[in-house]
């Protein structure tokens, strides 16, 4: 590189491009410093965090004891709502089959067959019945219509149960006298008739088993009746139904919408010295990793602050020099080695003229320019190369040494990764260009 060369291709600026992968290798160079930055801080908060869960035991303590009652109430809430939801359910359930398949329900109450008998309870014909004995009579009829047994062959002739039969029937008991009333109302007035028939016929039988223990009686049964009318009674029956199922379901989804609108409420950590422990620990992780990363931070800022260079590439690239040597990286050949290759590369750059005088400038440690001066004339006199190496001390604050370079015929730039400074290097390259003097390359420490 020349004066020209420079003049030329060189723009003066204040920016620079550093690797970011180069910046955190330097820094970690610092590892040993990093670590106990870590362990201070993540001590630190450690140690804070122990101490204020502790300076809040008995706020904690208080709190946790009325989560637990909270926590207790609110699982009593969901598990009293779930059961009242699945009775709800139940019921909805069993009164949507009953509205659905009863022979009742299914009656049209503006078109109701409906068939009717009157008895009367009557005294043999040479005996007397008293009101009382007549009262017994008709409640033992009365029980057996509703809650006896006489009604089952008649529920199976006419393939229902008795419970569906006795929906169908109704008899009633005159407060007074003698006379009761038997009514069925069915699908047709034949079934209607045939039910009722069947009903009496029953009771007659029964009435001998009842007589045994009453007393000598008959039945004797008039006004038998059959017609379809408006059974306003029915009607409010069914409706009662339709309405009393309306207002499960509603209640039932009532409690669905308040079940899902419990709160659960929100958890608070128990007071032990576990649970200090344990978050003492994490905060202290945290801590470490943070210390960690603002140690790295720092080293990274320092580096690019002081201006070190980090790569070789940095004033290489730049510039447009040759890369003799790099110590510097981990995959570095041996010294030996490169030394030699140092000089075969000379040797091509320099050409047979004879007699050539290199000096070896640059930033790095006088005692590593000195080594690689010597170490080259060394390996120049072996190989019987007709060129020298001459330490050239500090050219930025010496003028004698810049001086010295026009006795050269090219100059060699020895620099240190990490050490030299970016900024200087770059002056150093600058006087360099000026003199006019070759750089025939760099070698990196």
């Not at 009842?210 to 009746?225: E, F, H, L, Q």
Request: aromatic residues 8%; contains cysteine.
């Amino acid at each position: 590189m020349t004066q020209k060369d420079f003049y030329d291709f060189r723009e003066e600026n204040n920016t620079r491009q550093v690797s970011l992968i180069r910046l955190v290798r330097g820094a970690l160079k610092n590892w040993i410093l990093i670590l106990i930055a870590g362990v201070l801080l993540g001590g630190l908060f450690g140690c804070y965090k122990i101490y204020a869960i502790h300076s809040q035991k008995d706020a904690m303590i208080e709190d946790y004891d009325t989560y637990t009652s909270k926590l207790t109430a609110y699982r009593t809430s969901v598990k009293d709502y779930k059961k009242s939801i699945a009775d709800y359910q139940a019921s909805i359930a069993d009164l949507s089959d009953y509205c659905e398949n009863s022979p009742k329900m299914k009656l049209d109450t503006y078109h109701c067959p409906t068939s009717t008998a009157d008895m009367k309870i009557t005294a043999p014909k040479d005996g007397e019945i008293t009101e009382n004995e007549i009262t017994a009579v008709k409640n033992a009829l009365y029980n057996e219509v509703y809650f006896g047994n006489s009604l089952g062959e008649v529920a199976a002739k006419h393939n229902m149960t008795v419970s569906d039969l006795r929906e169908l029937v109704t008899f009633k008991l005159t407060s007074t006298g003698a006379t009761m009333r038997l009514t069925v109302i069915s699908e047709t007035e034949e079934i209607a008739e045939e039910i009722r028939d069947d009903i009496i016929n029953a009771l007659e039988t029964k009435h001998k088993t009842i007589a045994s223990a009453m007393g000598d009686y008959a039945i004797s049964v008039y006004n038998k009746g059959t017609q379809t009318i408006t059974d306003t009674t029915l009607q409010t029956y069914q409706q009662k139904q339709q309405d009393a199922l309306a207002k499960l379901q509603t209640t039932c989804y009532t409690a669905q919408n308040q079940s899902t609108n419990l709160v659960k409420p929100p958890a608070v950590p128990q007071y032990s010295k576990k649970y200090m422990l344990v978050n003492g620990i994490k905060m202290g992780i945290v801590g470490m990793v943070g210390g960690m990363i603002l140690a790295m931070i720092f080293f990274m800022a320092m580096i690019i602050q002081k201006g070190k260079l980090l790569t070789a590439d940095e004033i290489d690239g730049e510039y447009g020099l040759k890369t003799l040597a790099d110590f510097s990286a981990e995959n570095a050949p041996a010294k030996e080695g490169e030394t030699d290759y140092i000089i075969a590369r000379l040797g091509n750059i320099l050409g047979k003229d004879s007699g050539h005088k290199i000096g070896v400038v640059g930033t790095a440690s006088p005692k590593k320019i000195e080594n690689l001066a010597g170490t080259l004339n060394e390996k120049a006199l072996a190989e019987e190369a007709d060129f020298s190496f001459v330490q050239i001390p500090d050219i930025m604050t010496n003028a004698g040494a810049l001086k010295s370079i026009a006795g050269t015929d090219a100059v060699i730039v020895a620099e240190e990764i990490g050490k030299s400074d970016y900024s200087t290097v770059r002056r150093e390259i600058a006087l360099l260009a000026e003199s006019g003097k070759q750089i025939l390359g760099t070698v990196y420490f």
